[in-house]
């Protein structure tokens, strides 16, 4: 990604970081004392700054999934999606405080896809592992998405990086399984159970057969490496380093493994 783009990037995310304390701040206000005039009036302004700032993120489209999120966090609604009343100011607050972190989750994941993402109708990222053909996965990987990300906001770069690198072997070998076992022999696969593989062979069979493309060529040496770093409690060795560029790398990598296990996406 350019200059530019990271720096739009970040200004961007400090900005939602900005209405986000803002908005905790007048949350705890609200909840103490709901009638709070000079509160009611900050509120209302916040809610019209945060209202600016979605609207640049969803590229102007109400059809957005942000936009929709911050059109119904002024809502509540029954099991049946019909409005039953108006939410209490704190209620609201909370809300669109929860639609903004999901707009700084968003922003966070697409370092070289910011102007695609932001005009994407693309659902929240709790879906993004819909292909995983394994149900009971993906909520195991849905958190761990969401773990990598934190970790890679706090620059605790080595657990970005294994949290990544985990993900990318268990949705590869999941696909792999998919695949059968005919498929994977004609691709030159080795015998014995796919479990049993190295990292760096699932890969390469999952190339050989077709279901990734050249995207894991920039996977870094210590990502290749990950199993050898870690500790019996799955920590990162002591004596380990994960620069800031092998776990962002990483993480571009892991989008694009993932692209080319579900095209549709």
């Not at 900050?42 to 059809?63: E, F, H, P, Y």
């Not at 039953?84 to 896809?113: K, M, N, W, Y």
Request: glycine letters at 6%; a negative charge.
């Amino acid at each position: 990604m350019d200059e530019s783009r990271r720096a739009q990037i970040h200004t961007y995310l400090s900005h939602l970081s900005s209405l986000i304390r803002r908005g905790r701040e007048l949350r705890d206000t609200l909840a103490t004392d709901p009638s709070s005039k000079s509160a009611q009036l900050a509120t209302r302004g916040w809610q019209q700054d945060c209202g600016v700032a979605i609207n640049q993120l969803s590229g102007g489209s109400k059809a957005h999934w942000l936009a929709r999120s911050f059109s119904e966090a002024f809502l509540i609604r029954s099991t049946v999606g019909t409005v039953l009343e108006s939410a209490t100011p704190a209620e609201i607050v909370d809300r669109l405080v929860h639609v903004l972190e999901q707009g700084v989750a968003s922003l966070s994941q697409v370092d070289s896809d910011l102007a695609i993402s932001l005009s994407s109708e693309a659902a929240p990222p709790t879906r993004r592992f819909d292909f995983v053909h394994n149900p009971q996965l993906r909520p195991v990987l849905e958190q761990a998405y969401a773990d990598s990300r934190r970790a890679l906001e706090a620059c605790h770069y080595g657990p970005a990086l294994l949290t990544s690198c985990g993900i990318l072997e268990a949705i590869v070998t999941d696909a792999l399984e998919n695949k059968g076992v005919s498929a994977l022999a004609a691709a030159g696969a080795p015998e014995g159970e796919i479990s049993d593989w190295s990292f760096e062979t699932r890969l390469s069979v999952a190339e050989k057969t077709g279901l990734l493309h050249s995207g894991c060529a920039r996977l870094p040496q210590v990502a290749r490496r990950y199993r050898d770093l870690k500790l019996a409690d799955g920590e990162l060795c002591p004596d380990i380093t994960v620069s800031e560029r092998d776990a962002k790398v990483t993480g571009q990598v892991l989008h694009v493994v993932m692209r080319d296990l579900d095209p549709g996406r």
